[in-house]
Structure formats: structure tokens, C-alpha cells
């Protein structure tokens, strides 16, 4: 079982940069397929990126694609998403997920292991 914390969210302007870091514990990330969702209120949770397990590829949303890059760090047991020109509409709470997969899924019931999530406010 792998635990996960997200940490780096605040508040932002717009055209600016931001870096979430999720650090794992419990299992190594190598072995796991690492995404971010996000989540306003009364929508759901809305797949962003994700990074295949042992070198197998990144994902993006359509939305984010070219401004937001994920990244891990196996040997920090951590996963980045950097945020590059984020938009008002990037608000949300992001959250990090992990599963056992190989592959990259899209859904949220796709991801087994969830963390609490940081918040990421982008002012215009």
C-alpha cells in the first residue's frame, strides 16, 4: 500500500508558475502509475496528468497540454506536476493518485490510492 501527501499549492497569478509535489511513502513510486485530478465545487474530479509506471509515458488533459508538465523522482519517492501559465480556470483542488497499473487511466476509478489534496488559486 502506497501513501501519498500533496504539498505546494497557493495562490497564483495568472501567466505565473506553480510546482505541487506529492511525496509517497510505504511502496516506491517505480512501480506505479502516478496522476493528478482536480475538483471544484459541485464537479467532478477531473483527470489533469499522469505518468506511466517504469518509463511507460505521460498523459495530459487537452486543457493543460503545453503549460503543465509532470515529472517523478524515484529516488524522492516523488511526483511533480509543474504548472506553467496557469489560467483563472485552473483553480481547483488538486489532488495526487497513484495505482498499481501499468498503464495510464483517465478516470478516477482508475487510481486506488488518493491523497488529501492542495488547494491552487489562480488570480487573473
Known amino acids: 500500500q502506497v501513501h501519498v501527501v500533496e504539498s505546494g499549492g497557493g495562490l497564483v497569478q495568472a501567466g505565473g508558475s506553480l510546482r505541487l509535489s506529492c511525496a509517497a511513502s510505504?511502496?516506491?513510486?517505480?512501480?506505479?502509475?502516478m496522476a493528478w485530478f482536480r475538483q471544484t465545487p459541485g464537479k467532478e474530479r477531473e483527470f489533469v496528468a499522469a505518468i506511466a509506471s517504469r518509463g511507460g509515458g505521460t498523459g495530459y488533459a487537452d486543457s493543460v497540454k503545453g503549460r503543465f508538465t509532470i515529472s517523478r523522482d524515484n529516488a524522492k519517492n516523488t511526483v511533480y506536476l509543474q504548472m506553467n501559465s496557469p489560467k483563472p480556470e485552473d483553480t481547483a483542488v488538486y489532488y495526487c493518485a497513484a495505482d498499481v497499473s501499468g498503464s495510464i487511466g483517465y478516470q478516477a476509478v482508475s487510481y486506488e490510492y488518493w491523497g488529501r489534496g492542495t488547494q491552487v488559486t489562480v488570480s487573473s
Open positions: 510505504g511502496r516506491t513510486i517505480s512501480w506505479y502509475t
